[in-house]
């Protein structure tokens, strides 16, 4: 088996071997924060798939070089977040500052 067959989507964060090994990553390639191995090759033994793992990660990490540096611009709260969490927060929102909102006392222990 060739561990070096490998093509990258940086934009994705994936690599696929040529056997079907499918690695996704996020994060910055070269430091991912996560990584999604899929099923190994059922012909490989567990030290070649730790062989393919560490090989795709390079391969990864090679080719991200010359690519856009999309990554450190995701960072941002923002863009992580998503859509069901911006809906949410807009709904909690809406209701904290409905009008119609009952006013109920507040307890206090100051006198």
């Known amino acids: 088996m060739d561990f070096n067959d490998w093509v990258a989507d940086v934009a994705a964060g994936t690599a696929t071997h040529a056997s079907g090994f499918i690695l996704r990553i996020e994060g910055n390639p070269r430091d991912p924060s996560s990584v999604d191995p899929g099923k190994f090759p059922l012909e490989l033994n567990f030290i070649d798939q730790a062989r393919l793992l560490r090989s795709g990660l390079e391969f990864l990490a ?6 856009s540096e999309t990554w450190k611009t995701s960072n941002r ?4 977040k998503t859509a069901a969490i911006k809906e949410r927060e807009a ?7 409905n009008p119609d909102k009952p ?3 507040v307890l206090s222990l100051k006198k």
Do not use: Y
């Not at 090679?62 to 690519?67: D, V, Y």
């Not at 709260?77 to 992580?80: F, Q, S, W």
């Open 62 to 67: 090679k080719a991200s070089n010359g690519a």
């Open 91 to 97: 709904q909690a929102k809406r209701f904290a500052e």
């Open 103 to 105: 006013k109920r006392s």
């Open 77 to 80: 709260v923002d863009d992580i």
